[in-house]
């Protein structure tokens, strides 16, 4: 089995048609939920808060700078996610495709990468800090 997170991304427009609906979408969502936990595919489950009220830390200069809300050119906004253990991606894909989601939303299905997967260097082997190495924050 493979995790899975399928990804809510909505725009402006979409979040205003979810929210006209919210308490029949609210409905429909449990009853989502219920499915997938009847399945024993369904590990966490979780909505966003309104992103006007979070921060933006951006890394681009020497010095990290905190900005309030997301970037304003952004067109779609990570909204929350399902995370799913399932047999292959193409089971996530069939779950993502039953999301009751608004009309303009998009559902993005990455996998999650295993607790013994480790990023490759630039000559292809795979490297791991040395056991109480530190390599500073995340």
Not at 27 to 54: N, Q, S, W, Y
Request: net charge negative; no cysteine.
């Amino acid at each position: 089995m493979s995790k899975y997170m399928l990804i809510m991304r909505g725009t402006d427009e979409s979040n205003a048609a979810l929210m006209a609906d919210i308490d029949e979408m609210m409905a429909t969502t449990r009853r989502f939920i219920e499915e997938m936990v009847k399945a024993g595919v369904l590990l966490a489950a979780e909505g966003l808060d309104d992103p006007g009220r979070g921060v933006v830390v951006d890394f681009s200069g020497e010095v990290p700078v905190v900005t309030d809300g997301p970037y304003g050119e952004t067109k779609e906004l990570f909204g929350g996610y399902f995370l799913l253990d399932v047999a292959s991606k193409q089971e996530a894909v069939e779950w993502a495709k039953r999301v009751p989601a608004a009309t303009g939303s998009k559902i993005e299905v990455r996998r999650v990468a295993g607790d013994d997967e480790t990023p490759q260097d630039a000559a292809g082997s795979v490297e791991a800090p040395a056991r109480g190495a530190s390599n500073g924050p995340i």
